[in-house]
Structures are given as structure tokens and as C-alpha cells.
């Protein structure tokens, strides 16, 4: 029934590859399907100005598309002078979500800037860039702890994030576009590698939704998270 | 328990003054507790270029709060010369909400823009904004269909929302300012009058959540949200 | 003869209704006619960087119009990226007219910025920001003076403004907006209580005028101003 | 006792020479005393949108000033993204100035757009961009003419600008910088070739001025404009 | 004596890999070294209106790079609000050298937009844009002929860039970013494959170069050009 | 052959006058034929923060053209809220010719902005800006030597640049409009004053170059450069 023929509750393949780029601190390409998102966490040994002298860190995240990522060409953000409305929600979701699973004590007075830029996209773009935005954390991470710049992991666990629809009348898991530009809902789950919940975005796209729908959304959400940590899991092994 | 003294699940005293400005098409200032919105709905017979000769209509909404509705006076957006991220996310917020109870074919294809301007903010002004904003626009409609230029009624049910959250480790109804600086998890429900959810929005803030927490935040919203349905009828009888 | 069958030196009904607002230091919901203007003066222990360490106080004004104060939706000026010349002119008319009112070492090395956001515009509106703003900075400084934060009053006098033109022929005072439309003069005068002239605009709009129409119209300012000087000692009484 | 010696209701030697690009319909560089400002007048065969099928002409101003015009440099408003305020409420005078000398019926639908370029700046540079302002606009409705463009003469009047002040106690004529920065009045007034009045504009600077001063200040004007006119019509002479 | 061990007219290892997008009409990964550019040509049945019914195509480019392209984070140009001086001249140089190797006739109206963005940078990024956005174009315009969509090959040679400079005091083929920092004098050649000149930017870093040295660094050009179009006929064979 | 009569290898009459605004340390009125710019250098007694410190001074460029130093009216940039891509790669161009000509450690830490402003253009601003920006910032530095602000002369060699290209088949020196906008083949060449490169620019428009071509087009240029020097000269004597 679905387009892609997967099962109601199927996620994607996916692939985290790291290492990708020389320069950052930690990195990744993720593909969920055909949704490719190139994450990269820098590391700067500052932090915001509301933060000076706090003890405390910060986790920031900032997301982008590339300009042919789409089926037609979108204008280019840094053409249009300004980032849409869009870009900055998502960049605000990857951000809360980052931040959720971090000890800002244990990371101490630096901020780590984790980079989400979309390469290609088919649906789930900011739940991809949540799941591969956190290895290119972790290994961030992984590098003060091995310099012996952090005294404790400042990580608190894992953090991914999946979306659920109601597709012809049916929840399924892991929307890909052509489910997406037809899902009556569109729920995003954050969650934490204990199924602990860090953010909930469910919306009405022409149908509202009941509470039993969005119940047996949440399960199927708990599933592909639960997957998908399993793949960062083995991506930082 | 609470610093206002309310119950767990008591709503703030709401009030809904319609007819509050002389050109808009539907107005009214919502007060809840102390969050103050002035929310106008402006009718416009033409609608964005993607929806020309569509027959479809559109309703979309812009929020904005004045300088000194807040503690300390936060800098003028026009000023600043950008709507921030936050101004950016509510209004889509509002626009998708309120859109989700109207009926785009019955409608007809003309705009109708609702604005809600914070006059004093003390937490909760999304979920104020879209049940004023719902008010404005049924306000709005009614003239539309006095005068005969709609056939049905294009408003298919009221849209209401509300503020829940963890504070203090108890889940609560309607978080004021001191609640919602505080509280470990801030969630956001949008509702119809049959209680059909349109938005869940869901955020741990310091502390993530489960799923039984979030059952009850949920029990919550739909309490409040009854309640406010009631006060939106009252205001437009 | 006029549209509202005023006399040709009578002013609009006016109110001020002080206290409006919860957070702000001084504040007035100013009525003049149509002509609603809410006013709030904002106090800062800072000053811009050039009054750094020089012992003088520093009062400004922001102004802006609500997208539906006026008869069709206006753009909002934070989602046009800027404010107008219009605003910008404005907003410079009314941060000099309250200054030419204050004593600046009296008030000390601190900022209060008034705005004055239209909530609703029937003509006249920057004079009612003048005439509105000066109540919500005299309570601001009421409250600096209980405070013993100031040694003596930094106010000097009241500071006051009025609207005249040249409609139909005649001169007359308080321009609502059928006149102002029409009107072939247009002028806005600032004074003291003590009749002083801080602030004197004139345009030509359609038809130049004479010597002579403008003392007319400067007559009929002074005796307007008179009033509101009356209206704005007893709002703050 | 002024500055530069000359009499209290002296103007400053002026010089408008025309002619000075080769592109613009009509141009002229206009020296008072050290104040410098290159107008040009442009004319295009189309209107604003708002006169689109309506018969009228339109003229507006552009305002700007070269970096190194003033004392020390100032940030190119190109540069800065943005016109200032000061700008912005310079060129509206500017044009509301010189369209009141004009007949937008007789001129017909086409527009001319003067620009008024600050080379060198001593004080008063908008009076004098009004005044080279209206040289630059007679010539190129005189090119309108030669051509047969237009049937009847569509400039009505001369239109120029002096400023006057009370410097140092004394009503003065034309300041030049050092007076405007240290007068306690600064008053522009705009008239046309028969002494009507276009705009008047006045503002205390640090002191309030009375009706009779303001009545010196006027009649000093008068004197300027009427000398500032036979320049004018030597110029185009 | 080269950081990297090359010889003086030694190119970098150079890969392109072509098809690594799913939606763009062309597209190729170019490797030059640790340079790696994501190049993207896309196709719209539409043309800038200065070319509006002239019967003309055109192909324009953008840059940009991902803000951890760089050994330090850069700042996303769409969240600075603007594209740097330096990518602007970056992507006209682009967009040149590309429509120099197009007949516009024989694309007929359409236009074909390149975007090259950095995904990593070692120097050299503008020139592998050029070499690697052609081969995107190439591949964008095979898939016009294919469809028969143009009569004749639109394209009329191949296009490509490398830079060379004087580095250490010896002219050196293909600037990696340790020598670039260093070089003292900077220079670009964009060539057909037939060894004809279409750009020449050589800039003085530090020493300005003589008539000599200029001619030794054409000759290097010549060969690293023609190898480079070797590599584009390899990657599109 | 040419438009303007010229012989192949002739540069337009050329005519530099110093000292033409009051306040700038330096300035000229550089005219290549009918291209007209105005140069002035402002000096600063700070440098860019990168500078901080070093002991090193700095040289920069603005350029701007007035909106109608064009056959048609330009928007002004200042409206437009940005400086074009061209205005930028101008300016850049500028500041990096001038600077290749400077002694920054003989400079000392301030800093010199050269602006280059365009009264009136016909072909080959930015090679003016150049030339007569080196008088500018040659008077300038004058001053500072004059004062005994540096200790020896920061300034290197003359700075001078000439436009070259094939019009009709034919190498010419100095292009103006009429041949500019129809040359094949346009180049900019930035000399010293004993003829060593600082900067090459060369850009086939419309038809590519070879190497022969271009070595004929950099002989033009060093005759031409040569006469500019010599005018540089006279005018600082």
C-alpha cells in the first residue's frame, strides 16, 4: 500500500557513514533512503555571550538545503538574504533536541555548532538531521574527552528522531515525500535512546487527528527510534 | 502549590471582548489572566499567487508583540529589521491552526489575514492568540455570510488551544510566566470543539518526559480546551 | 461644515486612561476621537554609547502602526524587513519633542524610551503619540522621583501637539482623517504648557499657503494645545 | 558676531552652474558657500504603479551625501545596507517640495526623478538640494517642451529653501555649520517665486522659541527665498 | 620543495564522479585534491526577462560553501543575511566562463543554472567549480539533445580553470591552501579545450610580478587546462 | 575605426585636479575623456580589528556611482539596500591595487579609506577609480609626512590601471562605452610605476582570446600606464 512498498511500520534503509570531511570535529553523511544530510559538529572554545563565565556550555545546531536538494530548484537562502521561516524552526527543533541529551556542566564553556546540510532530500529531513546530527556530536565529544579537555562524558544519552503519518487512513512509520505531500497528519518524535520523549510536533494536514491515532503514532515512533539507535550505536562503535 | 494559587487543572479567568476595533472585519481582545492579544481578522478579495484561480481560499495569520508587553522591553522587530525565528514559528503556528477549521472551497477565493499583537504577555500568548484569532475569524465570516457572499458556512468547527506543562514535577493546566520559566516540560495543544487534536507540540526543557506524562498533559489540554470553546460561544452569541 | 460637525476650533473628545499596562514604568491609552494610541515608557540604568560617562540622560521614542489600525491592512513593518520613512520621520518628531521637555542632567546618566503604538488611526496620530507619550514619561519619572532615584524633577513643563489645516477653505483644528485626506494644508505644532513652541511643521498639500493662513493656523494650535495640557494634568492627577 | 562675519541676514555667496553631466535631462551644482550639491533631474515615460492610467506625472527626490562630504567620514549608506532616517525624511521634503510647484496634469504620465548628491556639506544641504533641485527639474521640463512633449508649461512657480535660526540669541539667515550645531533653533522653510508657503519646518534645539521669534524667522526667509529665486532665474536664464 | 611533495607542474589528484544527485539534469562530485565541490546543473523552460522573446538561453551560476568546508567554521552567508563580496565574484566568474562555451542560439530560451558548493576546501575552490559545474552542464545538456528538446549542440568546447601563482619564488601549477596563503602572486586561467582564453585574473600578493613571470605561469596553465579537460571528457564518456 | 577617432594605442584626454573638497586629507577629479569620478582619502587613526596590534596600517576602497552618471538612471544602492556584486568586485579591486603600492609597516596602525565616487561614466570607472585614487592616498600620505606622523614614505611606487580589448578585430588602448560595450575582449591591467603587474583581469566577452592576443593587449596597456603615471606626477607636483 505504501509507495515505496515498505511495511506500515518500516523504516528506510539507513546508512551513517563518518568521517566525512577533514575539517570538523565530528562528522557524518546520513542516508535515510534517499534523504542525504551532511552533518558536521564544530567545536569553539567560546560560548554566547549570555553564557560568559556561567561554567556552562552551549550545543547549537543550524540547518540548510542545498539549492538542487529538491525536485525543482528552490532559490538559494543566502541569495533570498534571509533564512525562511522554515529553516529556522527546524534549526530551533535540531537545537532543543541536541541540547536535551547534553551535561552543560560536564561540557564546560565551549559551544559545539553541529551543521545539518541536506544534500538531497526525499521527506524526514529534520528527523535525519537529528539522528546523524548527534554522532557528529558524540564524536565531537569524543575528541575533548580523549584530549582530556572534559573530565566526565558530557553526552546523557542518545537523542533521534523519526516521523509518523496518517497515510491513506493508515499510521505508518518513517514518511518519505510522497507520503509526506499526502500524510492527513505529520507527527516528528525526539526521543532519547531510553524512549524518553524530547519533542512532540504532530499537525493536521487537512484531517484532524484523535487520540487514539496519535497514540498508535507514538508506538510506531518508539520502533524506528529504537532502530535508529541502534544504527548511530554502531556508527560510533 | 502554583504561585498564582490555581489548581493543577484550573484555567486563568479568560475574557473575550469582541467588536474592539473599528475597521477590522472580526476584532477581539483576549485576556487570559494577565496575557493580553488584540486579534483583528482583515478581509481581502484576492489570495497568494499559488492559489489564483483555484477557488480555493486562505487564511493566514502574523503575530507580533509590542515592545513593553514583556518584563524588560525587548527591541522593536520592525526595527530590527526581521521577524525572529520565535515570531516566525508562532505565526505559522497560528496561520496551520486556525486553517485546519475552515472549509478553503466554501470560502471562496479571498484572504483573510488574522493578526494578534501581544499587548502584555504573561505566558501563553500562542495558545491566546489562536483561540482570539479563532474569534476574529468567525467574527470576520459572519459578515461575509450576512452580506450573502458565501453560500455555507466555511468554518467547520471552533479551534482552541492551551498551555500545559510539568512544573514542579506536577503535570498543570494553563502555565502562566513563572510556571513556564520554570517548568520541565511546555507543551502546546490545539483543538477543535469535538476535541479532534490539530496541533501537539511538546518540548522537554531541562527534562525529558514519558509517555504516561504526556497522557496526562493531554488529559489536561482537553479540559481546558472545553472550557475555552465555551468562552469563544459565549463571546460571539 | 466639517465632516463630524465640529467646530472649526474644536477638538476631538479626548481621554487618557493611564495605567494600562502591567509591565511598564509609566503608560496611557490615549483616545482622540478614533484616534486610539497605546503609550509606554520604558526605563533603562543605560544610555546610547555616545552619553557614556557624561552624566546626561537620553529620552526616545518608537512608533508603529498595528497592520489593522487603519482602514484596509497595512504591511507589518517587521515582516517588510524595515520601518517606512513615514515611521522613521515620526518617531524622530516625537523623541525630539519630549526632549525639548526634560532637563537631561537632572534626569541623570539613564534612558527611557516611550513608544506609542497605534491601535487605531482615524488622522492625527503622531500628535496623539506627542500628546499621549509625555503623560507615560511623566509617570515614568513620577515613579523614578518616589524611587528618590532623582533629586529634582528632569521635567520641565508639559509638552503637547496638535494637528491644524486649511480644509475647504477654512481653517480648522484637530484634523481627523476625512479631513487630513483632503485637507489643502496640513500642520502639526508641538508646544510647552506655557504655550512655547518646540516643534513646527507645515506642508502644502495641493495648494501653498500665506503668511497669513499660517497665524490662523498657529491661533488655533495654541488654543488646542491648551486642552490637551488641561486633559494631560488631569490624567496624572 | 556669525562665524563667518557675514550679517545676521546675509546669505552665504551663492553659485549655480548648469549643465554639469551629460547624461541627465537636466543638471546643476549648487554652492552655498561651502555647501555643495549636485542635482540631477532624470526623466523616465513611466509612472508608479499608484498613477498607472490616471494622467498625472509624478516627481520625487533622492537624497544622499559622498562619504568624505562631511568633517569626518561617514559610512556609505550603501554600505550600510540602508538609508537613514535623516536621509529618508530629507528626500520626502524634497519631493513634496518640488511637486508643489508642479501641474501633474500638464506634465502627464510620466515621471522625473531629481537626485540630489551632497559633495561638499557646510549646513543646509537640504535647502540647497531644494533649490538646485528645482533648477535641475526647470531644465528638463524645458527639454519636455522643446520636444512638444507636453503642451503647457507644467511648473507653476520657483520652489526654494533657505534655513534661519536663532543663533547665539540673534535670528540669523542660512546657517552654516557652525551655527546649526550650536543654534538653539533651526528652522527650513520652502516658499515658492511669490512668497507662498510650501513647508515650514522648525525645532528647538536645546531651547523653545516664542510666536514673535518665529515671526523673525519667517520674515528672514522671506529675504533669502527672494534672493535665492533670482539665482534660480539667472541660472536658467 | 612543494608542501605536498608535487612537482612544479604537478596537478592534484583529480576525480569526478557524475549522477551523485537524484534530481538535478546534471550533476558531478569534482575532487581535486581535498577540494571537493558538489556541482548541480539545473534546468528551467524560462529565461531572466531581459531575455524575454529574444529567442536566447542563458546559464548562470551560484557558489557557496558549507560553513565546515573550512579549516575554522565560517558563518552560513544565509544566516549573515547576505552573500560575501568574495562569493559574488566568485559565482560571476562562474557564470562567464561557462556562457563562453555555450551557443545561446542553439539553447534556444531556457536557462541552466549551476550551483557549486564546497563541501570541503584545500584551495582552488572557484576553479573546480568552473571545471567540475561544466561537466554538470555537459551532462544537463545531453539530456535536452537526448529529448530532442534542441536541434544543435548548444555546447561548443569544453570549459575549465586551474590556478597557478609564484610560490617560494617559483611558479607552481595548481595552489593547494598551504601554498595559496603563501604564494605571492595568485592567478586563474579559465581555458577551452582547444587552449584558447576566456578569464585571466592574476592579483599581486605581497610582490607584484613581471611580463616574464606572467608568461611562466600561462605556460603551466596550458598544460594543467589541458589535462583537466581530459578528466571531463573521461568522467562524461 | 574607433567611435571617438582615436588611433589604436591612444588613451582619451586626460585631466587630474587636486584638492577639490574641503575636509578629505586627500582628493582629485580624475577625467578619462567623458568618464568623470571623484577621489577622495579619508584617513583614520584606527585599523580593522584583524590589524590590531600589529603595528600594521591598512588601505581600502569604496566605490559608488551616483544614479545618473549612466545613460539611463541606475537605482541608487542605498535604496536597494545593498551594493551589487559588481560594486563589490570594484571596490575590492580597488583597495587591493592601491594597497600592493603601500609599505604597511612604514604606514604604521591607521588606516586610509580611499572613496571612489562616479559623477559620470563612460567606460573604464574602475581604471580611474585607480589612477586617481593613488592621487587621493598620495596626498594624503603627504599630509601625515608633512606632520611627521611616519617616519619614511609608506608609499612604494605609483598605482595606475588601464582598460584594453579587441574591438573590431583590433587590440585598442583604454576603451570607452561605445567600444566597451561591443569589445570581444575586455581587460583591466594594474601597473606600477615601473611597469611590474599588480593586477590582471582580462574576461572574453562574446569571443575567447589566445595568447598572441593578449600579449598585444598587455603592450597597449604598458604604454598606456606609462602616460597615466606621467599624469599622476604632474598632478601631485
Known amino acids: 500500500m505504501r509507495p515505496s512498498g515498505r511495511n506500515l511500520d518500516e523504516l528506510r534503509p539507513i546508512s551513517i557513514e563518518t568521517g566525512v570531511t577533514a575539517h570538523a570535529e565530528g562528522s557524518c553523511l546520513i542516508k535515510c533512503g534517499n534523504t542525504h544530510v551532511l552533518c558536521t559538529a564544530s567545536l569553539e572554545e567560546r560560548v554566547p555571550p549570555f553564557l560568559k563565565n556561567t561554567g556552562l556550555g552551549w550545543v547549537t545546531a543550524e540547518y540548510g538545503m542545498l539549492p538542487r536538494a529538491t525536485h525543482t530548484r528552490m532559490r538559494r537562502e543566502a541569495a533570498a538574504g534571509k533564512q525562511s521561516g522554515r529553516t529556522q524552526e527546524i534549526q530551533r527543533l535540531i537545537g532543543r533536541s541536541l541540547r536535551a541529551g547534553i551535561d552543560r556542566v560536564a561540557l564546560g564553556e565551549r559551544q559545539i555548532t553541529v551543521d545539518c546540510d541536506v544534500i538531497q532530500a526525499d521527506g524526514g529531513t529534520r528527523c535525519a538531521s537529528i539522528t546523524g546530527g548527534w554522532?557528529?556530536?558524540?564524536?565531537?565529544?569524543?575528541?575533548?574527552?580523549?584530549?582530556?579537555?572534559?573530565?566526565?562524558?558530557?553526552?546523557?544519552?542518545?537523542?533521534?528522531?523519526?516521523?509518523?503519518?496518517?497515510?491513506?487512513?493508515?499510521?505508518?512509520?518513517?514518511?518519505?515525500?510522497?507520503?509526506?505531500?499526502?500524510?492527513?497528519?505529520?507527527?516528528?518524535?525526539?526521543?532519547?535512546?531510553?524512549?524518553?520523549?524530547?519533542?512532540?510536533?504532530?499537525?493536521?494536514?487537512?484531517?484532524?487527528?484523535?487520540?487514539?491515532?496519535?497514540?498508535?503514532?507514538?508506538?510506531?515512533?518508539?520502533?524506528?527510534?529504537?532502530?535508529?539507535?541502534?544504527?548511530?550505536?554502531?556508527?560510533?562503535?
Chains 1, 2, 3, 4, 5, 6 share one sequence.
Open 135 to 237: 554522532v557528529a556530536l558524540r564524536l565531537a565529544v569524543n575528541k575533548l574527552m580523549a584530549a582530556g579537555d572534559v573530565l566526565s562524558d558530557p553526552i546523557t544519552d542518545h537523542v533521534a528522531a523519526i516521523s509518523c503519518g496518517v497515510y491513506a487512513g493508515q499510521p505508518v512509520l518513517d514518511l518519505d515525500y510522497p507520503e509526506d505531500s499526502e500524510a492527513g497528519t505529520d507527527a516528528n518524535f525526539v526521543m532519547t535512546g531510553s524512549a524518553q520523549m524530547i519533542e512532540v510536533q504532530a499537525s493536521a494536514e487537512g484531517a484532524t487527528f484523535s487520540r487514539d491515532q496519535f497514540a498508535e503514532l507514538l508506538s510506531l515512533a518508539e520502533k524506528g527510534v529504537s532502530e535508529l539507535v541502534a544504527a548511530q550505536a554502531k556508527a560510533i562503535a
